[in-house]
């Protein structure tokens, strides 16, 4: 060797010596800004094998520490959404504001270092994941404010309470249960008026000025993320920068199917409640169909099915009859998910989840499902009443916990879906199986049913009013918050517009004039909540894709023979050829690309909404037919107008 190869060799090696020292002090101290970084911005070292190591190694730790503040946050958000107090929500600001410090410093590391050559996939792709901020890119300051104003809306919701129709001095109903079981039982027009007006009264109503304010901070945040708004911020996150268009292609695909099921609606509630209340070619009053947000019909079933002397599966009787409790709903939902070799819940999940609602605590009564990020601790917080309804979301929350169970051994930073649909769909697409005639025959809770033609199609059109029914709202929902972000609805317009989507993709209109003073959208939970809400629309295409690959691969259907066996028949229940093509899914996380899991499962590349019409096609084609018949209008006429800006 001679002097100047050396001198040469002698100065990579002290860089690289210098290199490793910065990595090793930053994993150490990994809330601490490093100044090692910059010093390599420029020198790329990202073929060495060394360097690779040190790559690895500083992942490994921020990966840990990254798990126990997640850990630590999620803790404080639990006992805030279980127990709504002063005293939980500073402690939840507190500790949400410390994990945003932490999540600063990784995003500065991060970003001064040349990750961005690295040729290793899983290297690459946790720093690229790790290298999005998110909120945590406003000052602490703004954070904060941004933190509080969602909590505040939050809190709002889910302390609201009205006052009945038939006893107006009692003024204590909450939207679980009280209100919802009114929307689903009462048939009294003017009662149901009266609930869903006063409900957006004591929620929406009050939250319009923190709503402005969040949206603003939340432009800010995307911005500071690179993006135009935060539309485009939530889009980034399907990996895909045509996403939208192909939401839209997937819609208009499904609207033909929705404009059917409407038309036969809008006949049944006009037989019901007269020709006063339902015109024969306008939207529906959204106040009549069994539903605070119109959202979903399956609750007027009983008085618009296509043959009323044929029974409805509804096992809610049987699961009264049979004493079930809320345990026993969450173990019958964990049963199927163990009849396909899935993962049982841990004890930790029976010993800390809330099934039911507590009295005298204000807590969020939304169902939702939660991951502590330490491999042990998972539970679900439901307000669960016994029905055939929360059995069925049982099996869908479970299915986040079942997703948690199969990617909890990966690192922290892919401890997600693969996309935030896929995370929606997995326990919907065990309630697609565990909803047949067969299952429910099969674990007790139907004994004599009706198995003929006509039965078979009240059963599938019972889950039209619940899955095609519920497209429009979702893409609706969304595409509101979308014009919100991009400023081409301004605050001055948000409820009237509101009203012109809820009528251009719903067909429904307020049973009441609607004005600005008003603020309907924030009446809906996701809304005030800051959840994106295409992940539902997208739950419900994709969950029929899995479906059918499941069914197939558990020799419950057969594509080239359909009429052996309906797609909407297939049973997956016991099979463990179905649960480990499912789990092969499902443990990946978020370690590859959407279109990658999709792969896995279903053959397939991108979302298909054929699985969705192939299972609903016998009712596709008998709606089409009974409309013709009844010589019903498809569609709707543009309504008078139904909101003002002030009144």
Request: with cysteine.
């Amino acid at each position: 060797m001679n002097q100047a190869n050396k001198r040469d060799f002698q100065s990579k090696m002290l860089l690289k010596s210098y290199y490793i020292l910065c990595l090793t002090l930053a994993s150490i101290i990994t809330i601490l800004p490093s100044p090692c970084y910059a010093e390599f911005k420029e020198k790329s070292l990202v073929d060495d094998p060394e360097f690779l190591a040190n790559a690895t190694n500083m992942l490994n730790n921020i990966n840990i520490n990254y798990g126990k503040w997640q850990s630590k946050a999620v803790l404080a958000g639990w006992a805030y959404a279980s127990n709504i107090t002063d005293e939980n929500l500073a402690y939840q600001l507190n500790v949400s504001a410390q994990f945003a410090d932490y999540s600063r410093e990784i995003y500065k590391n991060i970003s001064e270092f040349n990750w961005r050559d690295i040729k290793d996939y899983d290297i690459r792709r946790q720093f690229e994941l790790l290298s999005t901020p998110g909120s945590t890119i406003l000052s602490k300051e703004k954070y904060t404010q941004y933190d509080e104003i969602i909590n505040q809306m939050q809190s709002i919701y889910s302390t609201a309470k009205i006052c009945n129709f038939t006893s107006p001095t009692q003024c204590d109903l909450e939207l679980e249960p009280e209100i919802t079981e009114i929307m689903i039982n009462s048939r009294d027009p003017e009662e149901l008026k009266h609930i869903w007006k006063s409900w957006r009264d004591a929620s929406g109503k009050k939250v319009k000025n923190q709503f402005i304010k969040y949206v603003e901070l939340s432009n800010e945040i995307a911005r500071l993320n690179n993006q135009t708004d935060m539309a485009a911020f939530w889009m980034k996150e399907y990996e895909d920068e045509n996403f939208s268009h192909k939401i839209e292609e997937l819609w208009q695909q499904l609207k033909p199917f929705y404009l059917q099921i409407h038309a036969y609606v809008r006949r049944q509630l006009r037989n019901k409640y007269g020709e006063k209340i339902i015109s024969k070619d306008g939207p529906i009053p959204a106040h009549l169909l069994g539903n605070m947000w119109a959202q979903t019909w399956n609750n007027i079933a009983d008085f618009t099915t296509p043959y009323p002397g044929k029974k409805l599966p509804d096992v809610t009787d049987a699961m009264l009859k049979q004493n079930y409790d809320e345990v026993k709903i969450f173990r019958v939902a964990e049963d199927f998910f163990t009849s396909l070799n899935l993962s049982a819940m841990p004890e930790t999940f029976w010993k800390n989840s809330i099934l039911k609602k507590p009295n005298n605590v204000d807590l969020i009564c939304h169902a939702s499902a939660w991951d502590f990020y330490d491999g042990k601790d998972f539970r679900i917080k439901q307000c669960t009443r016994i029905n055939m309804e929360d059995l069925l979301t049982a099996h869908h929350e479970m299915g986040h916990i079942q997703y948690f169970l199969q990617y909890k051994n990966l690192p922290t930073v892919y401890k997600e879906g693969a996309n935030p649909g896929f995370h929606e769909a997995v326990g919907d697409t065990i309630s697609l199986s565990a909803s047949t005639l067969e299952h429910l025959k099969e674990i007790g809770l139907l004994n004599e049913v009706d198995t003929d033609d006509e039965a078979m199609l009240n059963q599938l059109y019972l889950k039209g009013l619940n899955k095609i029914v519920f497209l429009p709202f979702a893409y609706m929902m969304d595409k509101w918050r979308w014009g919100v972000f991009q400023s081409t609805i301004l605050p001055d317009t948000y409820n009237c517009n509101w009203w012109k989507l809820a009528e251009e993709y719903q067909g429904i209109a307020p049973p009441v004039e609607r004005s600005e003073d008003d603020f309907d959208p924030g009446a809906k939970y996701h809304t005030i909540a800051n959840v994106e809400y295409l992940r539902y629309f997208i739950s419900f295409v994709i969950q029929f894709q899995f479906h059918k690959a499941l069914c197939i691969e558990a020799g419950e259907y057969d594509p080239a023979d359909p009429s052996n066996k309906l797609l909407s028949q297939c049973n997956i229940y016991g099979s463990k050829d179905a649960g480990k093509l499912f789990q092969s899914m499902l443990e990946l996380g978020s370690s590859k690309p959407w279109q990658d899991a999709m792969e896995k499962i279903t053959g397939q590349r991108r979302m298909d909404a054929s699985g969705l019409i192939e299972y609903f096609k016998p009712l596709i084609d008998w709606l089409e037919s009974d409309n013709a018949k009844h010589g019903e209008f498809i569609g709707w006429k543009r309504t008078a107008k139904s909101c003002a800006k002030n009144i």
